[in-house]
Structures are given as C-alpha cells and as structure tokens.
C-alpha cells in the first residue's frame, strides 16, 4: 500500500515508510507528473513548471535525469511494496505517472468533495465526506517547492481546500456542535483575512454558537479590512450573515395592523410589545425619515461594531430604552455614522425610523426646541393636527404613547445637551434611540443608562480609502506622496477630506500636489478647506462649536493655539491662561465635554491640526498683542524654571546659573527628587523641543538658550542626538541674535555634544573648542570643566588616552576651581578609567573610589552609576570576577534608574564579558541581547562602535574585547 501525498511537502509513503525522493528538483519533477495523473506531460511543460519559463540550457539533460531516477524509484517501491501499483512511462508527447486515484491526496480530497456535493446526500454523510477530505492536508500543498508554478498551483488548491471549509462548516453546524468548525474558521480567515465567504461562514457559526458578539466582531473587523485594503464593502453575503444575526436577536414581529377591536395575544419578541392605545388611534403611518446615506462611507469598523452590540444587547435587557449616544468633535463624522448605521440597522425596527436634525451647533444660532422636534414626530406618525394637545408634556406624553408597543429607531441628530434630549427620549421598551452630539453627553449615561460612544479621528488607511472613493483609484495611486501629505495636513477629519475631495473631483485635471501646496501653507489651510456653503467650510463648521463655550473656555480655546504642542499637561495649561490649577481644571473640562480638546493621558491635553490652527486665527484675531505676548511669556517661565529645576536633581550643580524670577501666573511645577524629575522630562522633553523653537521665533533669546540648556542632559543620556543637535542650532541662532556669549558658550558645548554622539568627531571637536574659548573668556570655571570632560571622552574614544588624560587633569581641577563636588566626583572617575586604560590599575581603583565617595556624598546617582562601571572595569582587569559583577550590576541598576540607556547598553556588554569569560555563555548571551535591544531602542546605526561590538558577539560568539563608547558627561 502507498500514498503519494502533495497536500503539504511531497512524500511518498510505502507501507508506513517514507520513501527518500531525492533533491527538491526531482520532487517538483514527481508533482509535476502527479498533478495531470494519468495524462501524458510534454517535456517543454514538464521543464517550465519545474524550471520556469526561462529554464537553463541544461535543463532538459536534467529533466531525464530526473526521469530515469523517478523510473527506477517507482520500480523499486513496487517491488518494495508488492501491492503497489505505481509506475512512469514514455508516452508520445511526453511522460505519464499511473497511480490509483485513491492513493494520491489531492485526488481522494476532490473525489470526497465531489460526492459530498452529490443530491440526495444527507448532511450526516455530507459532513462525515468532508470531514475526511479535509483530514488529508497536512499543510499547504507542494510545501516544500518554489517557483511560479507552484505558486500558482498551491493557490488554486488552496481555493477548493476554503470551499471545502466552508462546505463542511455548514452542515457541520447544522448536524452537530457548530463550536466544532468555530476554530479551523477562525485560524483559516487568519491565513485568508479577506475572504468573505469564510467570513460569513464563521459569523453563521458563532451565531448558532450563541456568540453573537464575536460574530459582530468578526464582521467589524472583516469590513475594516475591505475598506483599508481594497476599499469595497462587504458584499451580499456578508452583510446578509449580519442580518442575520441581529434578527435573530431582534425578530421581526407579527406585521399586523395596529388598529384592533380585540386584544389578541402577541408573539413573543425580545422587546415585548404590549397594545398601544395611541397607535390603535392612527394606525396607517409608518415613519421613513432617515436621511440619504453618504456616498462611499468608508472606515469606522470598531465604532460600528459598537452600535451591533447595542443592539444585540438590547434584546438581553427588555424591560429598557435603549440609548447610545455618538459624540466626537466638529467635522468627525457623527452624523454620517448615525446614518450610515441606522440603514443598515433599519429592518430591526420595523415600526419606523424617525429622525430629526436638531442644530444643536449651527449657524445663526437656530437650535431647535424640543417641544418643534417632538411635534415633528407626532406629523411623522400622521396624528391629526386638531389631537395634538398643547404644551410640550402633553404633547411628550403622546408621542411616548405612540412608541408604545412599537419597535421604533429615534436618530436625534446634532444635540446642544442633555436637556433638549430627554423629551425626545422613548418612554416604553423596544425603541433605539441614537444621539449625536459635539458635546459627552455624560449626563444620559447617568440618569438614562446610555452607552456613550466617542467618534475619533479616521486612521491614515481610512483617510486614503476616502480619498479613492472621491478621486478614483488610478488618481491616487499615481500620486501616493501628495495623498499622503493631504491626509495628513487634514489630520483625519472626515469634513477635511471630504472638502478636498470634493475639489479634486471636481478639477479632474489639477495635480494632487497642488491641492497639497494649498494646505500646506499653515496661513491658508482653513481657506484651502472649503466647500462653499457654511456646512461644507471646516472654519464655519468649527465656529458653532467654538461659539457655544462660555467666555473664559472660549479665551483659554483660543490661547492654546499658542501653544507649540504637541500636547500640554495641566500646569502649562493654568501657566497660559495664568489661571488657578482649579480654574483650568473646570474650563478644560468644558473643552473636552465640547469636542474641542481631548484628553488623551490623564492631565494631557491636545487637539488635531485643524483645530490648532483655528485657535491661533482665532488668537492672533481676538486678543491683543499685549495678550499674547503675556501668555506665551508665562508658558516660557513655567516650562524653564521647571526644566531648569529638573535638571539640577538630575546632575548636582552647586551654584547653577540663576534665572529671572516667574511671571506671575506662571507656576513652575515642584519636583522633588531625581525620579519626579526624570518622569517629567520623559512627558515633556517633545514639547520643549518645540518650546525651544518657538522661543525664538518669538524673539524670546533667552528663554530659547537657557532652555536647550536645560534640556541637554536628559536628551543626551536618552539618546535624543538629533533633536539635541536641532535644538543647539535653534539656541546658538538666539544667542547670536541676543549677543550673549554665555548662551554660545552653551550652544557650542551642547552642540560638540550631539555631533560627537553621533559620529561626527571634527565638527564636535570643533564646537567644543569654541566653546572652551568663550567659557574661558567669560572666566566659567563649571563650563571649561565639562567642556574639558567631553574632550577628554573624544580622546580616549580614539586611542589617545595620555591627551585624554590631559583633558581629565585639566576638568578636574576646573571643577575643584567652582568648588563642584559631583563634578570632582566625574572628573576623578574619568582619571581612575583612564589609568585602567593605560595599565596602572591601583592607580585607577584609588581615583574611583574617592569618585565614589563624592558621587554619594553629593547625591549623584549618574555619578555613582558610571563610577560603578569604573570599578567593574578595573576589576575584571585585575581577574577579580565576583567583584567586577558585583560593580557592574550596582551600576547597571543606577543606569536604569538615571535612563541613561547608551551607559546601561555599554555596561551589559562589559558584564556579558566577564560571564564569557567565566563559562557562563547562556547568562553572557542573555546580557547581549538586552544590551542589543537597549540599542535598538535608541536608534543607534549598525556602524555605531557598540553595536558593532554586539552584533560581532552575537554573531560569532567572541568580539573583540569589552568596549566603553565613553564616560559620564555632565
């Protein structure tokens, strides 16, 4: 008995033995063969399925090669196997493999399928046939052959191996367990995530598993998928499957007509629906007022999975209104969502759908009541207008009436509050009601149980799929860079995207570039985004938001287009507006609860693009120069006092430079200690990158350099370079301008700094003496000294450790000159490593033990850490393993603490070292991957010496010896 098996690798099996075929060439000639079994194969076809269409010359001497050992292989596994009944044969025309179908896979599996397809087959059998078919892939077929032929062929059997699936799925279902097939489903939609039919087929199973939830899931996701990918829809049977489901959940009930003489007995729904005797009065009018749908909605995929789940949820709770309400700022697209939903939910409320626009954010300031909504509802149900009684609770009071017994859906479009909601709200089980909102309503989720719902941004895949939708595919792919500027410059609002769209359609000949000039010009964005009518203008759209904000929220919205983002906290926020913390507190939440800021972390603060550039028109229109100039000082003075406070707990200085005092209102925040410290230059750092910026382009100089300056330290030891080489450049323009050589003093030393981190020895070199000019002529003994420490690291980083050590002396004996103790303590730590280098290792242990001392008696945690490193070195020289670990790990944990990752990285490898050394490769190792990780991290180059160093360890299990990339800098 044999099997030749080409569902997964090719093998061929005699009696349980799998036969050697011979290099993957003549098992791709056997597949080759077995594919047309029974059929002779050209040579021509059999050498361009094996070799491809252009084969080598010698391909055909090598295709009866393969022949004849194929021949001979098939002789022998019949006499092997006595029964087998295998055999290869010259025909005319080329070759042919004879075989019993039922002995090769592929060949049983489409035999099973097809029978299982056969009328008159019960499902029991059916199901037990495919069951069998389906067993016999063991992987994808002709796994272990390449080329285009067999691409091609492993998709198609692929293809029929998904209808079997899908197939068997089926009537699985319907004959035993359908959690059975849930599985296989799943993992085969995770290989083939945009095949509908293996959608729908896991759908119809999690449903008749009574997981409807999932099923919604898989549905959102599948339809997120098509939009992202292909920008389609999911087709019929999909969205039929999802009908499906939500009636399941949500029957339709019996359709007869409300006007009854008796009271007959209701067929039991999951939304009981007791007589109404409202509705026996008017029975013929059945409401149909959801608007049109927009054209090509796109995206959305999680938000509307949401509103399913209400849905089906509704059903496990009859005795409640349901409500879910949608909130999301200007232009988001709620409205187009609510709709777009609402259709497709349509059929579960077959008792209408009502709808009502109540411009609640709108020009002209034209709200509408609640006691105009409700009796536009009571003229939709067809009430006459002489029994429509007066006031507004009579009038509420027969509109719930109506909804009494009905399964209705309520669209309340565009709410200003809770308070011009609630009447409108249905008063009886078995009606939806949908609010849209630019404000969180989260006054309906407490009293009324609401599932409240935020409508974000659209993500850069949707935005694109949008854009294809209005411009045309072929439009857009020959133009990816410009599409890729628009919708980022309309930062993922729907509006934004549709104006440009719009636009675009409508000029089919201008270039998507030009529309991405238009935008990008900041002055003129808003301006760019407009399509001609107030709710198609972004500036108009945004104002009925910005004009429903009391006073102060409107002054504080407008001064934080100010500020340079990306992001702001809570103290910076009170810092602009030069407000109480409590006083911002309440204002922010105003903004928030409007749509206009989101709160994205607790205490952060930020809003996209657009609204940032509608607040600064707003600002640079509405508030004096004098305003503006004043708040923009007072958020320079809160974020310099701050770092500069920041700063000093992260490297000790005794006399650090002195600041002018705080504007008032300008509250710097308090920072205890290192950690505080360290945790707000990490939430900080990218906003004062920007600060240093703005501040001078605002002819703030001096705010500009001393803040870089502040900045230097922390960017540095997280390996911020660029940003710091940037920021340096920005601080030494300010300086120049402002003529002070302190500030260039700074900027040179900050800027030798971030060019010798990154491998640009000459310019750094440069910069540094520079700067050991200008600190020598102002007479600054701290600043000669680090200046001396960073050339002193750049020395010895090339060799030249007695120059470094001359750079050392000289740091240090500035640093004793400024009476600066942690530096003495940097400087003598830097001789001890130097001596190390140069062989006088008791030398070295006596420098960093009295560096050690200074670093503890200073508070210097970066200090002790490097002075750490410093002694595990010097130990692991002498042979003193156990010690030299000891060192390197009380240094590795203060690294840690301190975030300075490139130190951290460095002193993994030394300690990686001394486990190689000591016949320890797993613990060696491990130290190795954590230090390449660390340096991943920071974005180092391959080129970089220390990844140099990891990659050869990692790579050949021994480098070169443990590298230092330098010492602490201050």
């Known amino acids: 008995m044999f099997q030749l098996r080409l569902l997964g690798p090719v093998e061929l099996v005699v009696r349980e033995r799998t036969v050697e075929i011979g290099p993957p060439q003549r098992r791709a000639v056997l597949a080759a063969l077995a594919v047309d079994m029974g059929r002779p194969v050209a040579a021509d076809v059999l ?184 920008g389609a829809d999911p087709g019929l049977g999909l969205r039929e499957a999802h009908r499906t489901i939500l009636r399941g959940n ?37 409401p149909a007022q959801l608007p ?50 609402a259709r497709h939910a349509q059929e579960s409320f077959p008792d209408g759908q009502l709808y009502v626009n109540l411009r609640g954010f709108g020009s002209g300031g034209s709200v509408l009541s ?78 009324e149980g609401a599932h409240l719902l935020t409508v974000g941004l659209l993500s850069h895949g949707e935005a694109r799929v949008l854009l294809t939708g209005r411009l045309g595919a072929g439009r857009v792919s020959a133009e990816r860079a410009a599409v890729g500027e628009i919708v980022g410059r309309c930062a993922g609002l729907p509006l934004a995207l549709a104006i440009v769209g719009a636009r675009g359609a409508g000029r089919p000949r201008l270039p998507l570039a030009a529309l991405a000039e238009e935008l990008r010009r900041a002055d ?100 004096s120069d004098l305003d503006r100039r004043s708040a923009t000082h007072r958020l ?22 002195p600041l002018p005092p705080a504007r008032q209102g300008a509250a710097p925040e308090a920072l205890a200690d290192h950690e505080q410290a360290q945790a707000w230059f990490t939430a900080e750092h990218a906003v004062l990158v920007a600060a240093v910026a703005q501040a001078c382009a605002d002819g703030f100089d001096s705010h500009s350099w001393q803040l870089a300056a502040a900045l230097t330290t922390f960017l540095d030891r997280h390996g911020y370079w660029r940003a710091l080489a940037a920021l340096q450049t920005t601080a030494l323009e300010a300086a120049r301008r402002q003529g002070d050589r302190a500030g260039q003093a700074g900027a040179h030393r900050g800027l030798g700094l971030a060019q010798d981190r990154l491998q640009r020895g000459d310019d750094a070199r440069g910069h540094y003496l520079l700067a050991l000019e200008l600190f020598a002529a102002l007479g600054s003994d701290a600043g000669q000294a680090r200046t001396h420490q960073h050339l002193a690291r750049m020395s010895a980083a090339r060799g030249r450790h007695q120059q470094a050590l001359d750079h050392a002396g000289h740091s240090l004996k500035h640093y004793r000159a400024a009476a600066d103790r942690a530096g003495q303590s940097a400087a003598l730590n830097h001789i001890g490593w130097l001596r190390a280098q140069l062989g006088d290792h008791h030398q070295a242990l006596a420098h960093c033990r009295q560096a050690l001392d200074l670093a503890r008696e200073t508070g210097d945690l ?30 590795l944990d203060l690294f840690h603490r301190t975030g300075d990752r490139q130190s951290e990285a460095a002193g993994l490898l030394c300690l990686a070292e001394i486990h190689r050394v000591t016949a320890r490769p797993d613990a060696a190792h491990t130290a190795w991957i954590r230090a390449l990780t660390i340096t991943d991290e920071l974005g180092l180059p391959d080129a970089d010496p220390l990844r140099v160093e990891l990659l050869s360890r990692l790579g050949h299990g021994a480098g070169s010896g443990p590298r230092r990339p330098g010492v602490r800098s201050r």
């Open 47 to 230: 050498i361009q399925r094996v070799w491809g269409v252009n084969s080598p010359d010698g391909a055909r001497r090598a295709l009866h090669a393969h022949i004849a050992r194929l021949r001979r292989l098939c002789e022998q596994t019949a006499k092997d196997g006595g029964d087998v009944q295998l055999c290869l044969v010259r025909r005319s025309g080329g070759y042919l493999l004879e075989a019993p179908a039922d002995q090769v896979d592929v060949l049983r599996f489409r035999r099973l399928a097809d029978r299982a397809r056969e009328t008159g087959q019960k499902d029991d059998e059916r199901a037990a046939l495919l069951r069998e078919a389906l067993c016999l892939w063991r992987g994808a077929p002709l796994a272990d052959l390449g080329g285009q032929w067999a691409d091609r062929v492993r998709e198609a059997w692929r293809r029929q191996y998904v209808d079997a699936t899908v197939a068997w799925a089926a009537v699985e279902s319907r004959v035993g367990d359908p959690v059975a097939v849930i599985g296989p489903l799943t993992d085969l939609l995770d290989e083939f995530p945009l095949v509908e039919r293996l959608a729908e087929a896991l759908m119809r199973a999690l449903h008749a598993a009574g997981r409807d939830a999932e099923a919604l899931d898989c549905f959102a996701t599948v339809r997120r998928r098509l939009a992202e990918e292909l």
């Open 250 to 286: 949500l029957p339709a009930p019996d359709r007869r007509p409300a006007l009854r003489e008796t009271s007959e007995p209701v067929p039991a729904t999951p939304f009981p629906a007791p007589a109404s005797p409202a509705a026996a009065l008017w029975p013929g009018a059945v």
């Open 292 to 341: 049109m749908g927009v054209r090509g909605f796109t995206g959305r995929g999680d938000e509307l999975a949401q509103l399913d789940r209400i849905l089906v949820s509704a059903a496990l709770q009859p005795s409640a209104v349901v409500i879910s309400a949608l909130s999301g700022t200007a232009g988001v697209g709620k409205t187009a969502l609510a709709v777009h939903w």
């Open 370 to 447: 609640p006691a105009e909504a409700v009796r536009g509802f009571l003229d939709a149900f067809g009430v006459p207008p002489a029994r429509i009684p007066a006031g507004l609770e009579a009038q509420t009071g027969l509109y719930r009436s109506l909804l009494a017994g009905r399964r209705v859906l309520v669209v309340l479009d565009n709410a200003r509050d809770v308070e011009q909601v609630r009447p409108l709200l249905p008063g009886a089980p078995g009606c939806l009601a949908l609010v849209t909102s630019r404000r969180l309503l989260t006054g309906l989720a407490v009293a």
């Open 524 to 623: 003129n964005r808003l301006n760019a985004l407009d399509g001609g009518e107030a709710t198609s203008q972004v500036r108009a759209v945004f104002s009925w938001s910005y004009d429903a904000l009391s006073p102060a929220a409107a002054r504080l919205f407008r001064l934080l287009g100010l500020h340079p983002g990306p992001d702001a906290a809570l103290p910076a926020v009170a810092a602009l507006g030069g407000l109480p913390v409590t006083t911002a507190v309440a204002l922010l939440a105003e903004l928030v609860g409007g749509h206009l800021l989101t709160e994205h972390a607790p205490g952060r603060y930020g809003f996209h693009d657009l609204l940032r550039v509608y607040a600064a028109e707003l600002v640079a229109a509405r508030d």
């Open 636 to 657: 320079l003075d809160h974020y310099l006092h701050t770092a500069h406070a920041a700063d000093v707990l992260l490297t000790p200085q005794p006399h650090p430079v």
């Open 862 to 891: 970066n200090g002790q850490a490097h002075t750490w490193d410093s002694l595990g070195y010097i130990h692991h020289r002498l042979g003193r393993h156990p010690q030299a670990v000891d060192c390197y790990r009380q240094a």
